[in-house]
């Protein structure tokens, strides 16, 4: 495998980790998908599919891209409701029931 089918191979397997993070997150952008078929017919064109290399990446992405949606779940704003927010807190004083 040459520099370029390596870089190739990387470009694709950033792609699809965006676009599986994406749908995890229940996001798309039609302009990632274009580029992601675009760089998998790229990539069967220069027959990489057949390659260990490309078999590795589809592994990785998947797991990638549920580890880093799982971050963005966990860095989102947490958005108050009345459920879930408190009011009472241990430096206010309590109401006499």
Do not use: C
């Amino acid at each position: 495998m040459n520099i370029d089918d390596g870089r190739l191979i990387v470009r694709f397997q950033r792609l699809i980790t965006e676009m599986l993070v994406e749908k995890q997150l229940g996001q798309r952008r039609p302009e990632l998908t274009d580029e992601l078929y675009q760089t998998w017919r790229e990539v069967g064109r220069r027959g990489l599919k057949e390659t260990p290399e490309y078999r590795d990446v589809l592994l990785r992405a998947d797991r990638h891209a549920l580890w880093l949606a799982g971050l963005v779940r966990l860095a989102a704003p947490v958005t108050s409701s009345p459920e879930t927010e408190r009011t009472d807190t241990l430096d206010a004083p309590q109401k006499a029931a």
